[in-house]
């Protein structure tokens, strides 16, 4: 006869809400507002002896520390970096968005951007700045039509008709 499965971990729950916060990274929202405001700033930061490379080495789109410049520029290069830069294409929801939502306004589309690596330190000492740029799409309106059934827009010809 089969017997239940001991359930050893069961009353861990306090501790797997320390290491889920513990490895909490920044939000989308959280790195947009860094990357508006003065990612140079972010780039250049002073040096803190209890941060990975004195926090001389941060990548901004992941919001992460490294421990020299070789480790940074294969960060740039793995999968992780990549699918941070693409999720911050799109540009973040905002309260505005939320309220339109609700009802209080129309739908507006959300901007595409495009995002490039940020440049390595060489490059940000010789001038060279991050790019944000906004792409303008074609304005695609929400689902219009959704049935076949056809609009009616003046409502006193209808009632005339009747």
């Known amino acids: 006869m ?8 069961s009353g861990d729950t ?8 513990r490895n909490r990274r920044k939000d989308l929202d ?3 507002t860094d990357l ?6 972010l780039l250049q930061q002073e040096i803190d002896l209890d941060k990975p490379g004195f926090g001389q080495f941060y990548c901004i789109h992941c919001a992460t520390y490294y421990i020299n410049d070789q ?3 294969a960060h740039f290069r793995t999968k ?3 699918r941070r830069l693409k999720a911050l294409e799109i540009e973040p929801y905002t309260i505005e968005d939320s309220l339109r939502a609700a ?3 129309s739908f507006v589309q959300p901007q595409k951007r495009k995002m490039e690596t940020q440049p390595c330190l060489a490059d940000v000492e010789a001038g060279k700045r ?3 740029d906004t792409v303008m799409e074609d304005e695609k309106p929400a689902k219009q039509e959704l049935s076949k059934a056809k609009k009616i827009t003046n409502y006193k010809e209808v009632l005339e008709k009747l």
């Open 36 to 41: 508006k405001t003065e990612p140079e700033k």
């Open 80 to 82: 992780v970096h990549k």
């Open 14 to 21: 306090h501790l797997r809400r320390r290491w889920r916060l």
């Open 130 to 132: 991050i790019k944000v």
């Open 2 to 9: 089969p017997y239940a499965r001991k359930k050893m971990h």
């Open 30 to 32: 959280e790195i947009d």
């Open 103 to 105: 009802g209080q306004g």
């Open 71 to 73: 480790a940074l520029q």
